[in-house]
């Protein structure tokens, strides 16, 4: 079958390096060559571990990891995830704080299909669960899907959305962090045409492209120097007969990991060899900063082609969202029918994958919507990852966040607790 031999060797030379790993450390820790000074078998053994993890990580789907929550009554309180909304592309998700009170705040997350697992948001669900009711939307490899589930497109993705909206009831407050941005715009939108009373209270969008011209970055020229042909051809391949979804047809979480890492391939190739270095001087732990970074950056999955190429085709080149063009089952999303769902965005200075003016642009595109429900905030010196993970979030975004949840709200505004609270893994 067409592109399912590239596949499958692409899978076994990620296998054959894992072995290698494995056969290098195992070789080099025998006891015996402690009796010999020379520290190559400590490298060696160093080389291997790293080796052996970095490839295994690459096919792991990685644990939320979230056992407890500590609540304002001060004890630990146990969490649980459970299915909400159960679906053969992604499910929705729920982080049950078992025996606290239920919280006011109801948060849906709708985090990226780009690539990584909805877990690349773990921190954020741990700086929301002390305050939030939390969801998550959480995409399944699409190598794990049979054929006969179909198709998964931005129509399809949208859709996805607009169902779990309706779970969740009209008391939800949302944030789309980066590549979903456009879509649970379309979603809130489609909403407010065919279903008004089941749109979110408001809509936090945090560095996602909105209008990807509106400021140019490296993803973006690259989505518009090469044409959809180009892609399929060397994009696209079918899932080998390792897995469930074997013959589907998808751009594989491998070769997007290579592009992630071709970004900063000197920065990444020093991160490598820095942990070999510390592994064979008995430094590095099973948690450390390396490990902790690289065991979630390297567990990727694959996506759907038809997504991946709807994606770039529509949202890109299209710029049917920037446009206000875009379309679900044959029905035109009119973004300007949002009229009561207060927006926000958020951008980073130095994010250079949504760089500053993609994101907020989706508040010209709010037409219907009055001032006094949109807001923007400009995050300086922060880059793409900070502004939804990292200090930047912890510090300004999540605060600010919080506090537009709660001015649009239903409920009597409280004082926003700014405090990120404390978790327990």
């Known amino acids: 079958m ?12 990620r296998n054959t390096n894992e072995w290698l790993g494995a056969t290098a450390r195992a070789m080099a820790s025998y006891p015996a060559t402690g009796m010999i000074p020379n520290p190559f078998f400590k490298v060696m053994a160093g080389w291997g571990e790293v080796t052996e993890r970095t490839f295994a990580r690459m096919v792991a789907k990685p644990d939320w990891g979230i056992r407890s929550v500590v609540a304002e009554d001060g004890r630990d309180h146990l969490v649980e995830t ?5 679906r053969p592309f992604g499910d929705l998700i729920r982080f049950n704080v078992l025996g606290r009170p239920k919280k006011r705040r109801k948060v849906l997350l709708v985090a990226p299909m780009s690539g990584h697992y909805a877990t690349l948001l773990r921190s954020t669900v741990l700086s929301l669960l002390p305050d939030c009711e939390v969801y998550i939307t959480d995409w399944h490899n699409a190598r794990d899907i049979p054929v006969s589930e179909g198709k998964f497109d931005v129509e399809d993705y949208t859709l996805y959305l607009v169902d779990f909206l309706k779970e969740m009831g009209p008391d ?18 489609y909403l407010a045409g065919e279903e008004p009373d089941a749109q979110p209270r408001s809509l936090t969008l945090i560095g996602g492209p909105i209008d990807p011209d509106a400021t140019p970055t490296e993803v973006t020229d690259f989505g518009n120097r090469v044409t959809m042909g180009q892609l399929e051809q060397t994009m696209i391949q079918r899932v080998g007969f390792k897995y469930a979804g074997v013959g589907r047809l998808v751009y594989p979480g491998l070769l997007q990991l290579a592009s992630f890492m071709s970004m900063n391939a000197e920065r990444h190739s020093k991160a490598f060899t820095d942990q070999v270095v510390r592994v064979a001087k008995g430094e590095a732990t099973d948690h ?28 890109f080149k299209n710029r049917e969202i920037a446009k206000n063009v875009f379309t679900v089952n044959g029905v035109q999303v009119d973004l300007g029918k949002i009229t009561t769902v207060a927006v926000k965005t958020v951008e980073g200075m130095d994010d250079d994958i949504s760089a500053p003016g993609q994101c907020v642009a989706a508040l010209d595109l709010c037409t ?4 006094s429900k949109k807001a923007s905030h400009l995050e300086p010196g922060a880059g793409h990852y900070g502004i939804f993970a990292g200090r930047s979030w912890r510090n300004n975004i999540r605060p600010l966040v919080l506090e537009f949840i709660d001015a649009n709200s239903d409920l009597e505004p409280k004082a926003a607790n700014t405090n990120a609270g404390t978790a327990a893994n």
């Open 288 to 315: 450390d900063a390396h490990n902790r970074f690289y065991d979630e950056y390297l567990a990727v999955m694959d996506m759907t082609a038809e997504f991946y190429l709807s994606t770039v085709e529509r949202v």
């Open 172 to 189: 939800t407050h949302v944030i789309a962090v980066c590549q979903p941005a456009p879509l649970t715009l379309a979603a809130t939108a």
């Open 82 to 86: 459970e299915i909400v909304v159960p």
């Open 2 to 13: 067409k592109y399912l031999v590239t596949y499958d060797l692409m899978e076994s030379a």
């Open 368 to 371: 219907g919507l009055p001032q």
